[in-house]
């Protein structure tokens, strides 16, 4: 087995310590993005279920409402869901999102994250936090859509602080 096929099968999610599987996926625009773009940043990676629906457009929302605090403490925010490219221009263009929003129609970089299915209906919802050498520092899973941007600021923040 490939690293990349034992990957593809992960089953839990990229943990704290772990390097950050790199990827590249087309964003809202149709340009192309690799997570290695951002070294030297520090990225909230954010993986949701579906554009447009209820939670998944108040957790974006939300991401967007504190995307300067963000930016304060040098974070980058990206969401990633499986909708098509053309589904996260419309997303991104409604809501206003100042932030990359990449497609991944097949799941495979979640899959490569460990970011499960939730119900056999419901696609998975994790946050990674992964620090400026591209090292996850923080990661969770959890269906509350509330929870993501609040945990990640935390996070950020603390290692803004730590310097790192």
Known sequence: MTQTQAQTERKMLVGAGETAPDFALK??????????DFH?????????PQSFTG???KEACQF????????QVGAEVIGVSS???E???????QYKLPFVLLSDPGDEVG??????????VFKGRATFIID???????SFESINYNAHMAEALRIVRKLAAKGG
């Open 111 to 120: 899959k490569m994250y460990g970011v499960k299915n939730k119900l056999i």
């Open 64 to 71: 967007r409402d504190s995307y300067e605090d963000f930016k």
């Open 83 to 85: 909708d098509s490219v």
């Open 40 to 48: 030297g940043k520090t990225l909230v990676l954010y993986f949701y």
């Open 55 to 57: 939670g998944c457009t």
């Open 27 to 36: 964003d809202q625009e149709g340009k192309t993005t690799r997570l290695s």
């Open 132 to 138: 400026s050498e591209g090292i996850v520092r923080h």
């Open 87 to 93: 589904t996260q221009n419309e997303f991104a263009s």
